[in-house]
C-alpha cells in the first residue's frame, strides 16, 4: 500500500491568509491567488477587489502549469524557451508559459504537493507572493 501527503485545508487557509496581508498592503493593485493540489485540481482561490478577469484565469493556471511540471512555472517557461517549445506543443489549454508560481513540494520525499499561482503584478512579484504562500505552509 502506498501512502500520500496531501495538502491540509488548514496549510492552504494560512498561506492564503499570508499571501491576502500581504497582498492587501497595496489595495490598488489587486492580484488574483491559486493554491491547487499535485493534480492541479483548485483547492483554494482568492482575489481582490477590483481583480481583473485575466489575472483571476492566469493564477489558476500557473499554478496548474507549476504543479504538472513539477517546478516554479518560471522555470518551467525557461525550459521550454531552451527546448524551442511553446506550452501549445503539449496540447493542454490549461498550461501557460509565464513566471508566477511555486511549486509545492513534500520536503522528505520531494514528491509535488500542489502548487501556488499569484497574478496582476509584475511577474517577479507574482512569484515572491506565491513563495511567501508556500513558506506559510509551514512545511
Given at each position: ?60 493556471r ?43 513540494l513534500?520536503?522528505?520525499s ?30
Amino acid at each position: 500500500m502506498y501512502s500520500k501527503s496531501i495538502l491540509s485545508l488548514d496549510q492552504t487557509q494560512k498561506a492564503m491568509q499570508a499571501m491576502i496581508e500581504k497582498a492587501t498592503q497595496e489595495p490598488d493593485r489587486p492580484v488574483a491567488m491559486a493554491i491547487v493540489d499535485d493534480a492541479g485540481n483548485l483547492v483554494s482561490y482568492a482575489r481582490m477587489d477590483k481583480c481583473r478577469p485575466n489575472p483571476q484565469t492566469f493564477a489558476i493556471r500557473k499554478a496548474y502549469t507549476s504543479a504538472m511540471s513539477g517546478v516554479n512555472s518560471a522555470d518551467y517557461a525557461e525550459r521550454l524557451k531552451s527546448q524551442g517549445r511553446s506550452v501549445s506543443d503539449f496540447g493542454n489549454p490549461n498550461l501557460v508559459s509565464a513566471q508566477g508560481a511555486a511549486v509545492v513540494l513534500d520536503p522528505a520525499s520531494g514528491a509535488v504537493l500542489g502548487a501556488i499561482g499569484v497574478s496582476g503584478l509584475s511577474s517577479q512579484e507574482d512569484e515572491d507572493l506565491a513563495k511567501l504562500g508556500v513558506q506559510a505552509l509551514g512545511l
